[in-house]
């Protein structure tokens, strides 16, 4: 059984950053591409940025390229995602999600709410 748990979420001015995190818990850590999907009030759940589990090479939605980076560390078992220069409009619950690869979510964690004020 796989478990997620995200953090870093909260309440930032536009322009500003935030770091989440994601601790993965159970199974084998690098079998998994890891994954942020975010749900803004109102929309479907879209993707945000993944990174492979063997080539860490990353992918990226384009309304957060150059803003967002995503990374791994697999001695840890945990996952990254660095926003910068946030816009209202990034607003929405953040998941991490392990798949068989990017842009897949086999697991969720429950999300973690990210504000951004005007």
């Known amino acids: 059984q796989v478990q997620l748990t995200e953090s870093g979420g909260g309440l930032v001015q536009a322009g500003g950053s935030l770091r989440l995190s994601c601790e993965f818990f159970?199974?084998?850590?690098?079998?998994?591409?890891m994954n942020w999907f975010r749900q803004a009030p109102g929309k479907e759940r879209e993707f945000v940025a993944g990174?492979?589990?063997?080539?860490?090479?990353?992918t990226y939605a384009n309304s957060v390229k150059g803003r967002f980076t995503i990374s791994r560390d697999n001695t840890k078992n945990m996952v990254f995602l660095q926003m910068n220069s946030l816009k209202p409009d990034d607003t929405a619950v953040y998941y991490c999600?392990?798949?068989?690869?990017?842009?897949?979510?086999?697991?969720w964690g429950r999300g973690t709410q990210v504000t951004v004020s005007a």
């Open positions: 999600a392990a798949g068989l690869r990017v842009n897949r979510g086999d697991y």
């Open positions: 159970g199974r084998t850590f690098g079998s998994y591409a």
């Open positions: 990174v492979e589990w063997r080539t860490t090479d990353t």
